[in-house]
């Protein structure tokens, strides 16, 4: 079946960086888009970045631009996103979620903390 | 970006009850629309694509309605499973906007 499981989270202070992963299985992944979604402590669902299942297509919510960058390995079924210049305010539970062109997100993981603090 | 706006932030009702969830669009998004439901400490479950369409698995009392810019979750006879925090999210634009969600409480 469908497997997502996030890796690279923990603590960083402000201004750090850290590279989160997310290794997909039970699909294939080179077929599909992919997306990084986050949820601060108490608060809603975010989107932040998606990525084309080619990887040519990348777009970066405002709130991350120039600091966040989503990529992806098809030949290692692999997601990643790039944090720099993390924030205290990035302090979130980072989830992946494949997509589609025209299909929401309907497998996830199980996130991972990602925790900014000095 | 396209702003998404959902009402009530939450909702108070009782096992048995329809309850009815809205969600506002900033500009046309057609029907590329999906809710969700959470639950504490769990990823999101997806419950309805293209603003109408149930997902595989899905309870036929989820029924999701409208296009262009106002959407709605109906939810026709609450079961103890459904109180949990719903979402809207646009898939209109390479930018997946989400409601701000509404949590739908035991009264």
């Known amino acids: 079946q469908v497997q997502l499981v996030e890796s690279g989270g923990g603590v960083v202070k402000p201004g750090g960086s850290l590279r989160l992963s997310c290794a997909a299985s039970?699909?294939?992944?080179?077929?599909?888009?992919m997306t990084w979604v986050r949820q601060a402590p108490g608060k809603g669902l975010e989107w932040i970045a998606h990525?084309?299942?080619?990887?040519?297509?990348?777009s970066h919510a405002d709130s991350v631009k120039g600091r966040f960058t989503i990529s992806r390995d098809n030949a290692k079924n692999s997601l990643y996103l790039q944090m720099n210049s993390l924030r205290v305010e990035d302090t979130a539970v980072y989830y992946c979620?494949?997509?589609?062109?025209?299909?929401?997100?309907?497998?996830w993981g199980q996130g991972t903390l990602v925790t900014v603090s000095s | 970006d396209i702003q998404m706006t959902q009402s009530p932030s939450t909702l108070s009702a009782s096992v048995g009850d329809r309850v009815i969830i809205t969600c506002r669009a900033s500009?046309?998004?057609?029907?590329?629309l999906a809710w969700y439901q959470q639950k504490p400490g769990k990823a999101p479950d997806l419950l309805i694509y293209?603003?109408?369409r149930l997902e595989s698995g899905v309870p036929s009392r989820f029924n999701g309605s409208g296009s262009g810019t106002e959407f709605t979750l109906t939810i026709s006879s609450l079961q103890p499973d459904d109180f949990a925090t719903y979402y809207c999210?646009?898939?209109?634009?390479?930018?997946?906007?989400f409601g701000q969600g509404t949590r739908l409480e035991i009264k």
């Open positions: 990525i084309s299942s080619s990887g040519s297509i990348m």
């Open positions: 293209k603003a109408s």
């Open positions: 039970g699909f294939s992944f080179s077929l599909y888009y």
């Open positions: 999210q646009q898939y209109n634009s390479y930018s997946r906007t």
């Open positions: 979620a494949r997509a589609e062109h025209s299909y929401p997100s309907d497998s």
């Open positions: 500009q046309s998004i057609d029907y590329w």
